[in-house]
């Protein structure tokens, strides 16, 4: 008989031992700070410079706060004073806690940088930001607000509405429930097994989408587009300035009477995999118009200078 781990076991393996390898990276922690909590908690991280993770602890009761101190890629051992140069402040008030990094006073600037690494229970919401490191949130059952000036976004197994800001990193989201908004100045973006509604936007990197469930605005300014829709409602848009459109739609939606209408621009306009029969509208080289059904569903893809190819499946 073939056997298989539990999906929950797996989640708790990959977890505890992407966290020994993060841990014999970072070597000891500087200080560790444990809180007790005796409900859903709010957690508020900032730092400059330094990198932000939080994670799901197997611990209901207590979260824990480990700091890292660098100076470059030499770790601060614990017990060094570093007062004159970075000020931690910790504070708790009921269930919400905050741990604050920052330059002391009468510096414009320090050569340390203060990371975070928190263990906390699941049931936990965070605003977390930092001025250049990278956000690594995991497993986690409330609203998050990651900002970040360049590092790059990584969110996964969360149930809660997110928001993820960096001026030049790349964002990945993975197994979400809940509505997203997300941002880069540069970076990419990648977006798989969400359900919510989707807003990402990116300068210039590539948005790729797979396994998507939910309303989709998506806008990049020159990348291109890769999206695998699994369910939608109301709208779906790509956009983008001059990177070419590829999209898998549900097969039911060229079939059923509440359907999907289309405006499809691009240099070159394909569609496959469906019934041509049933569509009602114009189709040229660069441009499709029309709809399947009664067009319920508004689906609109612009590129300014690539292709667009639309594959139901």
């Given amino acids: 008989m073939k056997s298989t781990l539990p999906s929950a076991f797996l989640f708790l393996f990959m977890v505890l031992g992407n966290s020994a390898i993060f841990a014999a990276d970072r070597g000891e922690p500087f200080e560790t700070k444990v809180f007790s909590i005796d409900g859903p908690a709010d957690l508020f991280l900032s730092t400059s410079g330094g990198s932000l993770r939080v994670e799901k602890s197997a611990n209901h009761n207590e979260l824990t706060l480990e700091v890292y101190v660098m100076r470059g890629r030499e770790r601060i051992t614990p017990g060094t004073d570093i007062s004159n140069q970075i000020e931690i402040e910790f504070e708790q008030v009921g269930n919400s806690i905050k741990a604050i990094a920052k330059t002391a006073r009468g510096l414009s600037r320090s050569n340390l940088n203060v990371s ?3 263990y906390a229970p699941e049931q936990t919401s965070t605003n977390l930001t930092t001025s250049g490191g990278s956000i690594r949130v995991a497993g986690l059952n ?8 360049g590092g790059s976004i990584n969110i996964s197994t969360v149930e809660g509405n997110i928001e993820a800001q960096t001026s030049g990193g790349s964002i990945r989201l993975e197994q979400i429930k809940g509505d997203i908004n997300g941002s880069t100045s540069g970076g990419s973006i990648t977006a798989e097994q969400t359900s919510g509604e989707l807003k990402l936007t990116t300068s210039g990197g590539s948005i790729r989408l797979a396994e998507v469930s939910g309303n989709v605005q998506a806008t990049t ?3 291109s587009i890769r999206a695998g829709i699994r369910e939608t409602h109301d709208f779906l848009q790509l956009t983008t300035s001059g990177g070419s459109i590829r999209v898998t739609l549900p097969l039911g939606l060229a079939h059923s009477s509440s359907g999907i209408s289309i405006d499809a621009r691009g240099s070159r306009v394909q569609i496959s995999g469906d019934d041509p029969d049933l569509f009602v509208g114009q189709k040229t080289r660069n441009r499709v118009s029309g ?15 690539g292709n667009v190819n639309i594959q139901f499946e």
């Avoid at 409330?142 to 000036?149: A, L, Y």
């Fill in 221 to 223: 300014s020159g990348g």
């Fill in 291 to 305: 709809s399947y059904g009664d067009g319920s569903l508004n689906a609109v893809f612009r590129t300014n200078g």
């Fill in 142 to 149: 409330g609203d998050q607000r990651t900002i970040t000036s």
């Fill in 116 to 118: 975070f690494t928190v």
